[in-house]
C-alpha cells in the first residue's frame, strides 16, 4: 500500500467553501486526489491519501482517503466529496464518512509518527533530495508533499531527523504532478 500524505497549510477547514482558490487552494488538494487514485477508466485501490489541513477555522484536520467497494467516487466530484468528508467531522473521534474516507483532527506530526510507529518509511519530496530512480522504496513508503507554499520550516527541521529527502528530478512541478510522477515510478517498480 503506497501512501501519500498531502500537507497544506491555508486548505480551509469546513465545508462550507464555494470558490478553490479562496478556500486555501483546494484546488490543489483536488487534483492531488485525482492524481492520486484515479487512472484511465480505473482507479487505484493500491493507495491511501491523507490530506492535512491547516487553514480556519478550525485547524487542523486529518482526511484519509482509499478506495474501497462503496465509495462512489468522480473525477468531476471531488470538491463535493471534500466538502461532504469536511461537514462530517465529529470533535474527539475518527469518522468513516463514506467507505474508505475518514476525518479526525490530527496534527501533520502526529500523523507522521503514528505511520513511523506502524512500520512505515518516511520520504520528504523535496528539489535538493536524492534522486527517486538512485534508492530504493520499500513496499511500506509514505512520500510527504507540501502544496505551492511547501511544508513549514520547524516540520521540515523535525521530519528531516526521520525521514529521507528525496526529488523526482530537477524541475518543480505541481503537487498533483508529483504525485502522478510517483505512481508512475512506482507502477514501473512494481512497489
Known amino acids: 500500500m503506497r501512501h501519500f500524505i498531502y500537507f497544506s497549510g491555508k486548505a480551509v477547514t469546513t465545508g462550507n467553501f464555494k470558490d478553490l482558490m479562496k478556500a486555501g487552494r483546494m484546488d490543489i488538494a483536488i487534483h492531488v486526489i485525482i492524481a492520486s487514485f484515479f487512472l484511465s477508466h480505473d482507479v487505484r485501490k493500491d493507495t491511501k491519501l491523507h490530506l492535512v489541513f491547516y487553514g480556519m477555522p478550525d485547524p487542523p484536520k486529518h482526511i484519509e482517503i ?51 510507529e506502524e512500520g512505515k518509511t518516511i520520504f520528504i519530496l523535496d528539489k535538493r533530495g536524492e534522486d527517486i530512480r ?58
Open 66 to 116: 482509499q478506495i474501497k467497494e462503496g465509495l462512489d467516487i468522480s473525477k468531476k466530484d471531488v470538491a463535493n466529496l471534500i466538502k461532504k468528508i469536511l461537514y462530517k467531522y465529529k470533535p474527539g473521534k475518527k469518522t468513516e464518512v463514506f467507505p474508505g474516507c475518514f476525518i479526525e483532527k490530527k496534527s501533520f506530526l502526529n500523523l507522521i509518527n503514528e505511520l513511523i
Open 134 to 191: 538512485k534508492i530504493k522504496i520499500p513496499d511500506n513508503a509514505v512520500f510527504v508533499l507540501g502544496d505551492h507554499e511547501g511544508l513549514p520550516k520547524k516540520e521540515i527541521k523535525r521530519l528531516k531527523k526521520i525521514a529521507k529527502e528525496i526529488s523526482i528530478g530537477p524541475k518543480v512541478y505541481f503537487a498533483s504532478q508529483v504525485v502522478a510522477v510517483l505512481n508512475n515510478e512506482l507502477d514501473r517498480r512494481g512497489v
